[in-house]
T-cell receptor
Framework: TQLLEQSPQFLSIQEGENLTVYCNSS?????LQWYRQEPGEGPVLLVT?????EVKKLKRLTFQFGDARKDSSLHITAAQPGDTGLYLC??????????????FGKGTHLIIQP | GAVVSQHPSWVICKSGTSVKIECRSL??????MFWYRQFPKQSLMLMAT?????????EQGVEKDKFLINHASLTLSTLTVTSAHPEDSSFYIC????????????FGPGTRLTVT
């Protein structure tokens, strides 16, 4: 069974601060996705990283895939109250372009206080 | 693009009855869809992979006779929870991916099932 350890589980910081969320595993994933989920709704895809060492930026969010494709991080710069939510990392097992179910981390509950 | 819908958004049923949940890809065709379950304060757990025109593939520990999956067309997969019990109460979410982007999954809004 492939597991994704996500940390921290809970994080409450002040507006304007920076933060990093980590997603680690002992297994290799063909790709890794980051989602944001609001209460009572389905997850919304933020980014997909596929190549080891890949870095992607989405405004104030920076996503990185580890060189060995076993870990990933999400860094938010100058956090804003609108960033409050549940952030989930998820890994796909299958390589070669085939669709595969995702293994999810437990999520990080992020609260940005104004 | 890549919009996935679910119906119903919530349902309450009595113990022992069956409930059907629909998952539709609105603006694309999906040969593969996925069903997840999310209990309160927990993350999503993959239940099964739904394959158009063939049998679903279930994850370990998920009873295929209890959670019936039918993927009759390229835009519709259904999950039927048979003989539901209170412990089946959960948030059921489906997802699908674009053929051109197999690594990216798009999720439906979820269905809240409460079994009384």
């Amino acid at each position: 069974t492939q597991l994704l350890e996500q940390s921290p589980q809970f994080l409450s910081i002040q507006e304007g601060e920076n933060l990093t969320v980590y997603c680690n595993s002992s297994s290799v994933f063909s790709s890794l996705q980051w989602y944001r989920q609001e209460p009572g709704e389905g997850p919304v895809l933020l980014v997909t990283v596929v190549t080891g060492g890949e870095v992607k930026k989405l405004k104030r969010l920076t996503f990185q895939f580890g060189d060995a494709r076993k870990d990933s991080s999400l860094h938010i710069t100058a956090a804003q109250p609108g960033d409050t939510g549940l952030y989930l990392c998820a890994g796909a097992r299958r390589a070669g372009g085939g669709a595969d179910g995702l293994t999810f981390g437990k999520g990080t509950h992020l609260i940005i206080q104004p | 693009g890549a919009v996935v819908s679910q119906h119903p958004s919530w349902v309450i049923c009595k113990s022992g009855t069956s409930v059907k949940i629909e998952c539709r890809s609105l603006d694309f065709q999906a040969t593969t869809m996925f069903w997840y379950r999310q209990f309160p304060k927990q993350s999503l757990m993959l239940m099964a992979t739904s394959n158009e025109g063939s049998k679903a593939t279930y994850e370990q520990g998920v009873e295929k006779d209890k959670f019936l999956i039918n993927h009759a067309s390229l835009t519709l997969s259904t999950l039927t929870v048979t003989s539901a019990h209170p412990e089946d109460s959960s948030f059921y979410i489906c997802s699908a991916n674009l053929a051109a982007k197999p690594h990216e999954q798009y999720f439906g809004p979820g269905t809240r099932l409460t079994v009384t």
